[in-house]
T-cell receptor, first 118, second 110 residues
Framework: ETGVTQTPRHLVMGMTNKKSLKCEQH?????MYWYKQSAKKPLELMFV???????ENNSVPSRFSPECPNSSHLFLHLHTLQPEDSALYLC?????????????????FGSGTQLSVL | LAKTTQPISMDSYEGQEVNITCSHN???????ITWYQQFPSQGPRFIIQ???TKVTNEVASLFIPADRKSSTLSLPRVSLSDTAVYYC???????????FGGGTRLMVKP
């Protein structure tokens, strides 16, 4: 148990559906992340929230919409996805220690949501 | 952006020591080096982190030369359960953009 919980564990959705992925961390961290991992591909960073403020990642399509209502919860809202969006979506958290010093954040990951878009 | 380069895959046998090297030629002064382990359909798990010289914990050692342009993860006496993908991550000092490379797929055989 890493202290980061993701739900649902598996999700199958059609291209016209709207769904949301949920992440909750019980570690008292102040930064949360969404990563995408497609089959046999590296982890792709999608979004970062630090102190509940979003760090933009311009390469992510607008059909993915993150929401961070507080430092413990992170959502990824999905709408009109494509089959190529099928992947393992991973949430992570860390304690942001970058105050002008060394960047030594350790990421704690959830088990992910395996998403299939039909 | 401190890009990392690792071997795509490695094979080993139970009981052997495994060394996985990561190159990070553009590492910044303030960056740390962190290694993660990932099993299929799970999130990566922190293994070890270091800044320079040598770090050792209960599962691995991390060797970092003086120029810090590379690092080597050393797994002593691997077992079948160490079969996984291992990622080397160098913190990007431009904020929190923690970017993973391709990782090294380690296969431990009986």
């Amino acid at each position: 148990e890493t202290g980061v919980t993701q739900t649902p564990r598996h999700l199958v959705m059609g291209m016209t559906n709207k769904k949301s992925l949920k992440c909750e961390q019980h570690l008292g961290h102040n930064a949360m992340y969404w990563y995408k991992q497609s089959a046999k591909k590296p982890l792709e960073l999608m979004f970062v929230y630090s102190l509940e403020e979003r760090v933009e990642n311009n390469s992510v399509p607008s059909r993915f919409s993150p929401e961070c209502p507080n430092s413990s919860h992170l959502f990824l809202h999905l709408h009109t996805l494509q089959p190529e969006d099928s992947a393992l979506y991973l949430c992570a958290s860390s304690q942001d220690s970058d105050r002008g010093g060394a960047t030594n954040e350790k990421l704690f990951f959830g088990s992910g949501t395996q998403l299939s878009v039909l | 952006l401190a890009k990392t380069t690792q071997p795509i895959s490695m094979d080993s046998y139970e009981g052997q020591e495994v060394n996985i090297t990561c190159s990070h030629n553009n590492i910044a002064t303030n960056d740390y080096i962190t290694w993660y382990q990932q099993f299929p359909s799970q999130g990566p798990r922190f293994i070890i982190q270091g800044y320079k010289t040598k770090v050792t914990n209960e599962v691995a050692s991390l060797f970092i030369p003086a120029d810090r342009k590379s690092s080597t993860l050393s797994l002593p006496r691997v077992s079948l359960s160490d079969t996984a993908v291992y990622y080397c991550l160098v913190s990007n000092n431009a904020g929190n953009m923690l970017t993973f490379g391709g990782g090294t797929r380690l296969m431990v055989k009986p």
